[in-house]
């Protein structure tokens, strides 16, 4: 971070199943200092590794994410403005990090996050070493992970056949001569880089079904679980919140609001009850149970207990 890394990570949540493969928790996944410091360990050496590749002009996979584009970073600039967020020339990586800490605290961070990253470029695979915009490295390839991604694999071979090369391993080990073409590695790249997307794609949906299966077995339980949720975003019609814990996303219809009569403020930003006075904004906490599910649509309802 202090070389100039972009903390980029978006929070998770894991689904667990029960023995018939039903989803029956969900737990916030918090990344810890050792789980922080394997992650400097893979950093490291794909740093390293891409280096050697790079040095000695070997064809080969790089993990690649280009500058942002200008245009683009203006408009989330703009976007940013309707939050009061004020942000200095995104164009530079200072200002993209302050930004980013200021995320960290909002009330709509994780929306807001979400919108930075779309504001950047797709990470890919290429077999030129065109830098890494993300972590501000150079040098940046996917190496540590050969049994989970074949890009990584290809990597090794790379890197195997340098080493039996220059006497650091073995025949039997790998073949010596160079793993791959240069004209091999360009289409690598571009299949790997859609492989990807499609797997990513993939698993957001699966990750949407069991939510919806989840809460769907919620709404079925007599003693309904009472969940804490942050007010994410203010409408007409209702209050759109994060589950604290899980980082579920649902809304809470107006009507559910049945403690008092709510009209929105001029500004939009907060509701008003017209009794109490009881005023609901950014930021808010809820205490809500589940008020319904539509698995087709992937939409979670909720109402205040």
């Known amino acids: 971070m202090k070389a100039g890394s972009l903390d980029l990570d978006m929070p998770e949540t894991k689904i667990f199943v029960d023995a018939d493969g039903f989803a029956d928790r969900l737990e916030r996944i918090e990344h810890d200092e050792s789980h922080q410091l394997i992650e400097e360990f893979m950093l490291a050496a794909n740093e390293a590794v891409a280096t050697v590749t790079r040095e000695h002009r070997l064809p080969s996979l790089y993990r690649v994410h280009d500058k942002p584009d200008l245009e683009k970073l203006s ?90 090369r220059h006497g650091g391993a073995p025949e039997s080990h790998g073949r010596s001569r160079s793993a791959y073409s240069a004209n091999q590695m360009e289409s690598l790249g571009e299949h790997l880089s859609l492989t990807e997307t499609n797997s990513q794609e993939a698993e957001r949906e699966s990750q949407k079904i069991k939510l919806a299966e989840f809460f769907d077995r919620e709404l079925a339980k007599k003693e309904k679980t009472v969940f804490t949720a942050i007010v994410t975003d203010i409408r007409g019609q209702g209050l759109f919140v994060e589950l604290a814990d899980s980082m579920t996303f649902g809304f809470v219809a107006l009507s559910a609001l049945s403690d008092d009569f709510y009209t929105p403020t001029s500004d939009g930003d907060a509701l008003v009850g017209r009794k109490t006075k009881r005023k609901i904004t950014l930021g808010s906490q809820l205490n809500v149970v589940v008020a319904a599910v539509d698995r087709f649509k992937r939409q979670i309802d909720f109402k205040p207990v």
Do not use: C, M, W
């Open 75 to 164: 408009d989330l600039r703009d976007l940013l403005g309707t939050f009061e967020i004020k942000t200095g020339d995104l164009s530079k990586r200072s200002e993209v990090v302050k930004l980013l800490e200021t995320l960290q605290k909002h009330p709509q961070g994780y929306t807001l996050r979400t919108q930075l990253l779309r504001s950047l470029k797709k990470a890919v695979y290429r077999a030129s070493p065109d830098g890494h915009y993300g972590l501000n490295k150079k040098d940046y390839t996917h190496f540590t992970s050969p049994i989970r991604r074949y890009s990584d694999l290809v990597v090794h071979r790379v890197f195997d056949s340098y080493l039996i």
